[in-house]
């Protein structure tokens, strides 16, 4: 089976630009969650999107929009972007709500804002 | 405070060693993951647990919820098992709180 697939893996833009990022779970997970992670520090939590709603939210400015899908795939927007955006964006999906269920991260997409 | 803390956050010991990475934290939680990453960013969940002890191979990984404590333990160690690994807790409104991370590196 595959596993949880992320679109582009590398992405470089400039201050002042918008870029999305996108997700596709592992097939019959329901949830999507994103994260950012700086270089150098853990991940922070962006959003939880479960059946389509979203669930949770991190503290992120309104800069920061998701969605999700019908087919439970999920895109992350950034407008206006900051050079403190660079980060590597992961996406994680599991089978329930929660993130007391496992979680399967993908391979992540690094941002570079220039 | 952070809500999640690591220690040590860099360790290198040479291969065959004991290792032991332990986070502590702060919130009330339902559940606790360790996580490997890799160099280039991919992300692993190794354990989920909530009480008591998992084995998974050489990896070992305890908890006490008394304490707000969790250890992760590598047997046996080996260079392949370089990597930051990473402690995250799940306190509530559906999201997970991450340690920074703790770098290990084994040496042949």
């Known amino acids: 089976d595959a596993g949880v697939t992320q679109s582009p893996t590398h992405l470089i833009k400039t201050r002042g630009q918008q870029v999305t990022l996108r997700c596709s779970p592992i097939s019959g997970h329901k949830s999507v969650s994103w994260y950012q992670q700086v270089l150098g520090q853990g991940p922070q939590f962006i959003f939880q999107?479960?059946?389509?709603?979203?669930?949770g939210r991190g503290n992120f400015p309104d800069r920061f929009s998701a969605r999700q899908f019908p087919n439970y795939s999920s895109e992350l927007n950034v407008n206006a972007l900051l050079l403190g955006d660079s980060a590597l964006y992961l996406c994680?999906?599991?089978?329930?709500?929660?993130?007391?269920?496992?979680?399967?991260f993908g391979p992540g997409t690094r941002l570079t804002v220039t | 405070k952070n809500e999640v803390e690591q220690s040590p956050q860099n360790l290198t010991a040479q291969e065959g060693e004991f290792i032991t990475i332990n986070c502590s934290y702060s919130v009330g939680i339902s559940a606790l993951h360790w996580l490997q990453q890799h160099p280039g960013g991919g992300i692993v969940s190794l354990f989920m647990?909530?009480?008591g002890k998992k084995k998974h191979g050489r990896l070992i990984a305890t908890i006490n919820i008394q304490e707000k404590h969790s250890s992760l333990h590598i047997t046996a160690s080996h260079p392949r098992d370089s990597a930051v690994y990473i402690c995250?807790?799940?306190?509530?409104?559906?999201?997970?709180?991450f340690g920074q991370g703790t770098r290990l590196t084994i040496n042949p």
């Open positions: 994680a999906s599991s089978t329930g709500r929660g993130v007391s269920y496992e979680q399967y």
């Open positions: 995250a807790v799940y306190g509530g409104a559906q999201k997970l709180v």
């Open positions: 647990l909530s009480s």
């Open positions: 999107y479960y059946e389509k709603e979203e669930r």
